[in-house]
C-alpha cells in the first residue's frame, strides 16, 4: 500500500523532468562518500524528507491520513480520499498553492510508532517514503515533551502543532432498548459494544471492577459495532464522539442517540487533535499551521464539519488565546 536496484529503476521511469532533484540527491550522496560517512546505498534507502520550498517546487503534499477511518478519513468506492481531514488536508494543500495527495497510514502499536513509521523515519517495508504532514495527532504539550529514562527527548524527531479540533469520549445508545440515557451502570444489565484494542474496548472490561466485563462486545470497527446495535445484540456503542455522530446519522429509520456519559478513571476525557512535521521541517509545519488557524477563526472548518454532518468543537488551544469570544 504505502532499494540500489528498485531505485536506479525508478530514475530511469521518471523522465528528465526529475533532472534536477536527481541532480541533488546524487550531489549528496557524492558529498556522503567523500567525507567517508554512510554509504552511498543506506542514504538511498533514506525517506523523501521534504522542507517547505521543496513541496511548492514539486507541486504536490503528502497528507498523512488514518485508513479506513470514517468520517475522518477513508477512501470511497472510485478510491478517492474522503471525510473530514481529507478535506482539510485539500484545503493546506490549496492554501500552499499545491496538489493534495493523501499518503495513507495503517494504525500501529502506539502514537509514537505512527508518527516514527510515517513522518520522521519511514516504515521498513516502504523507508522512502514518508508524509509531509501527518493529520489527527493528539495535541498533548506533556506527550509532545515526553523524555525517557535518560532523559532524551522520545518525539524529538517530530513537531505536534496546529489544534484544529476537540474530540472526546461518549456514548450512542438505542433508545428503542434503553428508555432513558444510560449512564456507565446501565450496562450491567444490557450489552455494550466497542472497537478492539482501543481504549474503549479495555475500559470497559475494567471498570466498575469489572462487573462490566461479561457484557462487552468487542468489533473489528464502530461501523460493525453500530450494525451489531441494530441487531439489537448490543444496547450502545462507546468510542469517540465524531465516530458515533458520523455512525448514528447512517441510520436513520433507528433511534440512536448519544448519551453525555462520564467515565470514571479515564484521566483525559477530552482532548485536542493537531498535526505533526518532521523537526527539522518546522517552517512547513509554520505555513500548514497558519492556513488551518485562518480555517478556525473563519469559521471554514466549521463548514467542514457541518458538511460531514457533525457538530465542530473548538479546541482548548484556542479558548484559552482567544477566550470565550471565539
Known sequence: MWKGFVFALTLLCLGPAWGTELSTVALR???VEVAGGESSAELLRRPALRDLDEVVASG??????Y????PYSYRDEHGEARGIDAAIGRAIADGLGVEFRPFWITPGESLGRDLGNNVSRGHYLRPTQVADVMLRVPYDRNFSYLRDSTGEYINK???MFGPYQQEQ???AYDAGQLTQAPTLGSFRQARIGAEYDTLPATYLTATMGGQLRDNVRHYRDVGDAFAAMERGEVAGVMAMRGELEHFVAQFPERDF??????FPGISRQQWDIGMAVR???RQLGYAIEAIVDRAVRDGSLNDIFQAHGLVYRTPDFYAEILGSAE
Open 29 to 31: 550522496v557524492a558529498a
Open 67 to 70: 485508513e479506513s477511518f470514517p
Open 169 to 171: 469520549w461518549a456514548i
Open 157 to 159: 524527531s517530530v513537531v
Open 279 to 281: 523537526d527539522s521541517h
Open 60 to 65: 504536490q503534499l503528502n497528507v498523512g491520513l
Open 257 to 262: 442517540r448519544l448519551a453525555d456519559a462520564l
